[in-house]
């Protein structure tokens, strides 16, 4: 091969993985948020820090072309509820780390369901049982962009974590709720998450 049919070869690839925009999740696009074991959140208020945070397990749902769920567990903060009460913006991510290179970026307006609301029984059975389930967070996709990803190095997935999952059966029910009244009633700066109301 000659090295103008090798530059050639690669352009093409770059041509072809330049930044698309959809106005839905495509099956293919759900097809790839599906295989994925890794996703990532960010969202912010209009004065205050950005929060970006990863997410495993298996918490995440596309219920329609423009609609997701994300099922979020008991953590040490829980900034996307404060956030998304002030703008209700998030961006989710998804990034190939096996196969052909890809990023995947989600953006939409998101709200959160908590145990007692009305809407709560109709979502929880989307996803298995999981110790320190806090909120679901409700996404309405206006828009999906994917971009090449080809600088994004292999990753192998071996397991998942249970570390998380044990402390919050060691917690228990009202050990998780002392941790919410404790730790999760206000974003890192001082907005409230209304986890409790």
């Known amino acids: 091969m000659s ?4 530059y050639s070869y690669f352009y093409s690839l770059i041509i072809k993985s330049m930044a ?3 106005t839905s999740i495509t099956k293919r696009l759900q097809n790839f948020i599906e295989g994925q074991k890794i996703f990532f959140v960010a969202t912010a208020p209009s004065n205050g820090r950005i929060n970006l945070s990863p997410k495993g397990m298996d918490t995440f ?8 769920l994300w099922l979020n567990v008991t953590g040490s903060g829980n900034e996307t ?3 998304l009460l002030e703008n209700n913006n998030i961006t989710i991510m998804f990034c190939s ?9 989600l953006y939409g307006k998101g709200r959160e369901i908590k145990p007692n609301d009305k809407d709560w029984d109709h979502v929880i059975p989307l996803f298995p049982v999981t110790p320190g389930t806090r909120q679901i967070f409700e996404i309405d ?10 600088s994004i190095p292999f990753f192998e997935y071996k397991s998942e974590r249970n ?6 059966k060691e917690k228990g029910t ?4 002392q941790y919410w009244e404790d730790k999760n009633q206000t974003s890192i700066d001082g907005f409230p998450t209304n986890l409790l109301n």
């Open 61 to 68: 749902r596309v219920i329609n072309e423009n609609k997701v």
């Open 3 to 6: 090295s103008f049919e090798v």
């Open 163 to 168: 570390e998380l999952n044990d402390w919050a």
């Open 20 to 22: 698309k925009f959809y």
């Open 141 to 150: 996709i206006d828009s999906a962009q994917t971009s090449c990803g080809m």
């Open 97 to 105: 780390f096996e196969g052909a290179p890809n990023i995947l970026r």
């Open 81 to 83: 509820a404060a956030h």
């Open 174 to 177: 009202e050990g998780i709720q």
